[in-house]
């Protein structure tokens, strides 16, 4: 079965810095990892998709990397801002299936 | 991109009563639907896999009678939770899978039951 970790659970940074989320996953073979952002009381906002044969994707100032062999996502957020305060979850899934194991999150708080 | 739109945002209801949520799939077929459900401060557990057409697939531990899902069109799925009580209280959220381009979620629904 495959387990989703994500490190730290909490974090505050003031406005500027750049943010380092964690996700690692037992089972390496995988289909695909996708990052979300979540507000309060809302529902997920897909940030990054990165497919097994890819190491990162970018979007802006987001960079997600994908360690496969080690079990390991990172996701930078460059020059935080106060609007970037959310919680991001870690979804993979599996290569032998649709249904996504997500992690418990990383939730964010940037100080303006 | 590919939006499913989920309806209501919010409901409050009375123990014992019926509450019915709607995912719709707006630009896009969506043969196969997600329902999970969340708890404060926790991640998504998967309740059930609703396919078009066919009956749905429940997790362990989760109530068939209680959570009726429906998925009459490929544009339309739909979440009854059946005999409402305030342990039922919850936020709820559907998602779509988009082949190699992920998963696209709903809003999600914040059901309170007093």
């Known amino acids: 079965k495959q387990e989703v970790t994500q490190i730290p659970a909490a974090l505050s940074v003031p406005e500027g810095e750049n943010l380092v989320l964690n996700c690692s996953f037992t089972?390496?073979?995988?289909?695909?990892l996708q990052w979300f952002r979540q507000d309060p009381g809302k529902g997920l906002t897909s940030l990054l998709l990165?497919?097994?044969?890819?190491r990162e994707q970018t979007s802006g100032r987001l960079n997600a990397s994908l360690d496969k062999s080690s079990g390991r996502s990172t996701l930078y957020i460059a020059a935080s801002q106060p609007g970037d305060s959310a919680t991001y979850l870690c979804?993979?899934?599996?290569?032998?299936?649709?249904?996504?194991?997500f992690g418990k999150g990383n939730q964010v708080v940037v100080i303006p | 991109g590919a939006v499913v739109s989920q309806h209501p945002s919010w409901v409050i209801c009375k123990s014992g009563t019926s509450v019915k949520i709607e995912c719709r799939s707006l630009d896009f077929q969506a043969t196969t639907m997600f329902w999970y459900r969340q708890f404060p401060k926790q991640s998504l557990m998967l309740m059930a896999t609703?396919?078009?057409?066919?009956?749905?697939?429940?997790e362990q531990g989760v109530e068939k009678d209680k959570f009726l899902i429906n998925h009459a069109s490929l544009t339309l799925s739909t979440l009854t939770v059946t005999s409402a009580h305030p342990e039922d209280s919850s936020f709820y959220i559907c998602s779509a899978p988009q082949g190699t381009a992920g998963y696209t979620f709903g809003s999600g629904t914040r059901l309170t039951v007093v």
């Open positions: 609703s396919n078009e057409g066919s009956k749905a697939t429940y």
């Open positions: 089972d390496s073979a995988i289909y695909n």
């Open positions: 979804a993979v899934r599996p290569g032998g299936n649709n249904r996504l194991a």
């Open positions: 990165i497919q097994s044969s890819q």
